[in-house]
């Protein structure tokens, strides 16, 4: 029975919910059911949290985040395992995500080291002479994210490392599917010296928890990771605060017809199963040119014949089963569906649970649910295409946010195609689920866009404050 962590305090509740194994179905845990009045004691807490972490030193906040790195990995085969338990992830991908989270932190403590004022000239206006100023950056009081299943640990790292660095309080609300390693997580930065009222855990419904954190005045910042169904519902509740959210998003890859059918296939045998596509950047469709189409069909078909569903915590499997089996259902709806109205099944279309089989289909209607929203299933859609104006009119038919990943020889090709489909993120020759956050070598110069990303999170995570001073005596 594991209990909310609100301000430093282990605190249960009268009901329990279950946290289940998504593989065998039994349960892993239970944590406390939250409501509104825990909402309201972690916020209490968290304000006296805010002041705290604003008297914290940027040197002493880069301590806190360097020691909790280091705690996770000291304890990265528990958290791992842990991971897999409650998410049902294959085990090498836990382990994965607890390096991930691990170099969060640790990009966190190093851009606590690079200056947050910026110069401003008054002295640029006609009445401004003998005048200087500045825009300084200040933390925003109390920040609350609502989490996402399927990277619990790597989201909570991306949403504590910078709200941490900023000099915020934070409180947490994970999904209730997989809120064992959150919890863990705040344990860890307790014992890495996270000041106890700076830091609360809440796990429960999300229509009990996070509408109400959504929602509660004193909430200066909300940040959220999920379904877009449920975050453009959050701002009804969240009322003028600011907020940030990432929504489903849909990773697609097209194959031109230079490309090599088998460095393809093996790219999307990879990201369009890991995870068993429970995740944004997993491929879902893929459009190959019509004179490679054929060659890469049976290239894929051969590499997801050799997928293996089982206990994701044995090496050898390399599909694990989905998180719930409303999940199953769901994908089994829209996979039928499509098969209904036209498409072709070339390999899978079929539960057997906890699994969803690894499927590609064809020829899929551009009106079904499976083209157009997130599958968040271990499903790849292929199409043919001939010229490059029909291949973006179908990319950019989709109005789902969009991780493209193009793989050609023709450099005037990937630019053409870059410049005009309607994506979030292009990935030339790569996969489009490319590693956001680094490791962190030297003076950081070879990861500047990324080391900019993380500022530009702390930036997100704070509020500017202008300073500036007037003409003064000479004594």
């Not at 825990?38 to 985040?65: F, N, P």
């Not at 909300?222 to 959050?234: A, Q």
């Not at 079904?368 to 859609?381: I, K, Q």
Request: charged share 20%; with cysteine.
């Amino acid at each position: 029975m594991q209990k909310m962590l609100i301000g430093g305090h282990l605190v249960g509740a009268d009901e329990w919910l279950e946290v289940l194994n998504p593989y065998s179905g039994e349960p892993v845990d239970h944590v406390a059911r939250g409501g509104a009045t825990h909402v309201d004691q972690a916020v209490a807490l968290a304000r006296h949290g805010t002041e705290k972490m604003r008297a914290m030193s940027l040197s002493q906040r880069a301590a806190i985040l360097r020691h909790v790195a280091e705690l996770i990995r000291q304890e990265r085969q528990s958290l791992a395992t842990l991971l897999t338990l409650e998410t049902g992830k294959l085990i090498g991908e836990s382990r994965v995500e607890v390096e991930r989270a691990a170099m969060v932190f640790e990009l966190a403590a190093e851009a606590c080291h690079h200056p947050r004022a910026t110069q401003f000239p008054p002295e640029s206006f006609t009445d401004g002479a003998s005048r200087f100023g500045f825009w300084a950056r200040e933390p925003m009081g109390v920040v609350a994210s609502i989490l996402a299943f399927n990277l619990p640990l790597a989201h909570a790292a991306q949403k504590t490392a910078p709200a941490i660095a900023a000099g915020n309080a934070i409180i947490l609300k994970p999904s209730t599917e997989a809120p064992l390693t959150v919890l863990r997580l705040g344990l860890l930065l307790y014992r890495a010296g996270m000041p106890p009222e700076g830091l609360s855990i809440l796990t429960g419904k999300g229509e009990e928890v996070g509408h109400a954190l959504a929602a509660h005045p004193l909430v200066q910042a909300l940040t959220f990771t999920g379904s877009r169904e449920v975050g453009l519902n959050l701002p009804v509740h969240a009322g003028a605060k600011r907020i940030e959210m990432e929504l489903d998003t849909v990773g697609a890859l097209i194959a031109a017809e230079t490309a090599d059918p088998e460095q393809v296939a093996e790219v999307i045998a990879c990201c369009g199963f890991m995870m068993a596509g429970q995740s944004a950047t997993s491929i879902q469709h893929v459009w190959a040119h019509e004179r490679l189409f054929d060659a890469l069909r049976d290239a894929l078909l051969q590499r997801v014949a050799a997928l293996r569903c089982g206990d994701p915590m044995e090496e050898q499997t390399s599909l694990p089963p989905l998180i719930h089996p409303h999940a199953l259902a769901r994908v089994g709806n829209w996979v039928q569906e499509a098969v209904q109205h036209g498409a072709k099944v070339l390999a899978g279309a079929k539960a057997e649970p906890p699994f969803y089989l690894p499927s590609v289909l064809a020829e899929t209607p551009h009106h079904t649910t499976l083209y157009n929203e997130p599958a968040f299933g271990p499903v790849v859609l292929l199409h043919s295409y001939s010229m490059p104006a029909e291949l973006l009119q179908q990319v950019n038919r989709l109005s789902v946010g969009l991780r493209l990943a193009i793989y050609t020889r023709d450099i005037a090709e990937a630019f053409e195609l870059a410049r005009h489909a309607r994506a979030l993120s292009v990935h030339v020759n790569d996969s489009p689920a490319l590693p956001i956050d680094p490791i962190i070598r030297g003076d950081m110069q070879e990861h500047h866009m990324c080391f900019e990303d993380m500022l530009q999170r702390i930036e997100r995570l704070s509020q500017s404050k202008y300073v500036g001073f007037g003409r003064m005596a000479l004594f």
